[in-house]
Every structure is written in C-alpha cells, then in structure tokens.
T-cell receptor, first 116, second 115 residues
Framework: AQKVTQAQTEISVVEKEDVTLDCVYE???????LFWYKQPPSGELVFLIR??????QNEISGRYSWNFQKSTSSFNFTITASQVVDSAVYFC?????????????FGAGTTVTVRA | DAGVTQSPTHLIKTRGQHVTLRCSPI?????VSWYQQVLGQGPQFIFQ???????GRGNFPDRFSARQFPNYSSELNVNALLLGDSALYLC??????????????FGPGTRLTVL
C-alpha cells in the first residue's frame, strides 16, 4: 500500500515570504516516483516537479526547490519569494513501480494563501 | 499544442441517473487516467486505459466504467448516481514510454453535482 501525508492543511503568508510544504510518504517499493502538483481555484491540476527515488539530488527550478530525503521518507517543496499567484492547493503524489497502472496516490493537499 | 480537454465543464444530475464524461488527451499521448476529487480531498484513482485496454482500476464500485477509443479519447460512465458521486472528475493523459517515470497532465475537470 502507498500513502502520502500532508500534515499542513493551510498555510498563509505575506507576499515575498518563503513557503515550505511538507510531504511524508509510505511505500514498499524500492523504486518510486514523487510529484508535486498545484491546483489553482480554476480546478486544473498543474504538474510542477517529479523526482525519482534513486536520485536524491535536490534541485532548484526558478522559485521552486525541493528537498528529497529518503531516510525520512520526506519530499518537501519550497516556494521562494512567494507571490499572490502562488495561492492554490498543492498536492504531493506518489507512484510506485510494482504495478502496471501507473496510478498516482495523492495527499490531502495544503492550501496556500499568499496575501499582498 | 492543446492540453487535455474535458466535457462538459459542469453537470447537474439527480440520484439514479446515468452520466457520461468525456476526455481528449494531449496529442501523441496514448494513456488516459480518470480521478475523482471530492471537495477538500486529494484526487482518487478510478481507471487507467492504455491503447484501448484497461490497465488499472481503483477501489470504485461497478457503477463506474470507462472505455478508450481508437483516437485515444476516453469516456467515463457512472450509473445509478448517488449523492456521494458529487465531485470534480479529472482526466489525465501521459506518454507512457518512460514507464513509471511518466508525468501525467490533467484536464480542467468536470464538476458533477448530484441532487
């Protein structure tokens, strides 16, 4: 079984502050893939980043960065210098490798509100 | 290039009715997945189809069915609607040539309300 936990329900910040979203996952697979998606009020899920379990290198992409730590089963996501347009629900998701259906298991989401 | 498209955008049905939701994947993508997102929760996997065959099914009753057509578009059918079926139904397409590392791209969703 796979499980994704996003302990933070809501986060509210003032523009230009950094926002870090926590994600903890459970899986029996040795190879797996982790994702972050953004869901603005329009409802469409927007793909942000993907990380493979065998690559723990952390990266920065523009204002986004992520911290993948296999030892603690965590995949945290940071938005630097937040903007009002970053206001959305953010989902962490996991895909294992033992089945053929490539399904994503999502966390419950964290609502981020960036105030001007 | 066009993204994933879904129709209709919104739908209102009454209990016991049947509904059909439609999805067109990104051009070149042969895999389509369906997810149900109840308000305040993360999306839950319903089905995945690849090359017109069902590849996976989530924990949903037999009232839910789907199919994929030769042009890779897909339909999700729900029979005998219940109030609890009210949700945002999301379709995602992917290019599965990279195996489990594929990234799924989602459509805008269909908001279904069952009264």
């Amino acid at each position: 079984a796979q499980k994704v936990t996003q302990a933070q329900t809501e986060i509210s910040v003032v523009e230009k502050e950094d926002v870090t979203l926590d994600c903890v996952y459970e899986t029996r697979d040795t190879t797996y893939y982790l994702f972050w998606y953004k869901q603005p009020p329009s409802g469409e899920l927007v793909f942000l980043i993907r990380r493979n379990s065998f690559d723990e290198q952390n990266e920065i992409s523009g204002r986004y960065s992520w911290n993948f730590q296999k030892s603690t089963s965590s995949f945290n996501f940071t938005i630097t210098a937040s903007q009002v347009v970053d206001s959305a629900v953010y989902f962490c998701a996991l895909r294992g490798s033992w089945s053929n259906d490539y399904k994503l298991s999502f966390g419950a989401g964290t609502t981020v509100t960036v105030r001007a | 290039d066009a993204g994933v498209t879904q129709s209709p955008t919104h739908l209102i049905k009454t209990r016991g009715q049947h509904v059909t939701l439609r999805c067109s994947p990104i051009s070149g993508h042969k895999s389509v997945s369906w997810y149900q997102q109840v308000l305040g929760q993360g999306p839950q996997f319903i089905f995945q189809y690849y090359e017109k065959e069902e590849r996976g099914r989530g924990n949903f009753p037999d009232r839910f069915s789907a199919r994929q057509f030769p042009n890779y578009s897909s339909e999700l059918n729900v029979n005998a609607l219940l109030l609890g079926d009210s949700a945002l139904y999301l379709c995602a397409s992917s290019d599965t040539t990279s195996g489990g590392a594929v990234s799924e791209f989602f459509g805008p969703g269909t908001r279904l309300t069952v009264l």
